[in-house]
């Protein structure tokens, strides 16, 4: 190898190195943001009104869909819509991917939110579950021809 192709090439291994030694310091930072999302998405998971729809969609025979739709911006205000981790929860079948709700996590203070597929009202949490957790009305049968109400004995 001529002298001057030598060290070219110990130049380029030498940037190389270098490069990997960067992307090497780097990797640290990009587990930690793995495991803050892997937290986030845990944290989705154990919600009891998103544990309630997997025994729902499992038992119809369809599969749970978790996946990161938005993941905190760099150096973001905290306190702002960019800066927590959004995730789609839905249900899959061979045919098709429904959406039941986005869920929010922030990374700060661990507060969840869901923002409504439909309107893109966001409410906290535990909001949403008092707004799903009201059952409709007992129906009763319709009065006695009498007025009085039947008794369904």
């Known amino acids: 190898m001529h002298p001057r192709h ?9 940037a190389a190195l270098a490069a ?22 845990g944290i989705v998971e154990r919600l009891p009104a998103v544990a309630a729809y ?9 599969r749970l869909v978790l996946r ?20 789609y929860v839905g249900e899959t079948d061979a ?20 923002i409504d597929p439909v309107t893109d009202e966001e409410v906290t949490y535990d909001a949403f579950v008092r707004g799903q957790g009201a059952a409709p009305p007992t129906p009763q049968p319709p009065p006695a021809p009498g007025g ?4 369904g004995k």
């Open 6 to 14: 030598t060290r070219l090439a110990c130049l380029l291994l030498g």
């Open 20 to 41: 990997g030694a960067a992307l090497g310091s780097a990797s640290p930072t990009a587990a930690q943001g793995r495991l803050v999302e892997d937290q986030a998405a």
């Open 54 to 62: 997997a025994r729902r969609v499992s038992a119809a025979g369809r």
């Open 68 to 87: 990161t739709e938005q993941e905190p911006a760099a150096g973001c205000d905290a306190r702002s819509r960019a800066c927590r981790w959004c995730f």
């Open 95 to 114: 045919a098709q991917s429904v959406r039941w709700q986005t869920i929010c996590v922030r990374p700060d203070n661990r507060a969840v939110s869901v």
């Open 148 to 151: 009085k109400p039947q008794t």
